[in-house]
């Protein structure tokens, strides 16, 4: 269970940056799914920037630290650091050099809407708060 909380845990972070970075971006007007591609490379570009040091840096002495388990006499133990080495490894290559390339590839898409329509989008969803019950059906369904 701790190798897999170790090989997981390279990617979440790389994915919660580039997550991070659909917040951060400000989406105009003129954005849509056929230049999703370009803005999926931005995030990615932008997210390994913010975490790809930290990736690195917790890889490298996790590894450095199972490098030590390699040493001893002890069969159990040296076979434990071989496992978790080449886990960290394999972890770490995947978190910076597959996985970006899927974000590129398949990563979520931001669709924009136009500030007017944000706008109207919220008070609508205000108006619907404010009138609890009124409007609705057995089911909860909203009728306008």
Known sequence: MVVIGLSVDYVVHICHAYMGEL?????????????????????????LKEMGGSVVSGGATTFGASLFLLLTDFSFFNKFGFFLCATILISVLFSLGLFPCLLVEFGPVVVSKSKKE???????????GEGEGEGEDEVGDIHH
């Open 118 to 128: 944000k706008r109207e989008r919220l008070e609508k969803l205000e108006v619907i």
């Open 23 to 47: 917040e951060e971006l400000e989406v105009g007007e003129d954005r849509d799914r056929e230049n999703a591609g370009g803005e999926r490379k931005v995030r990615v570009r932008k997210a």
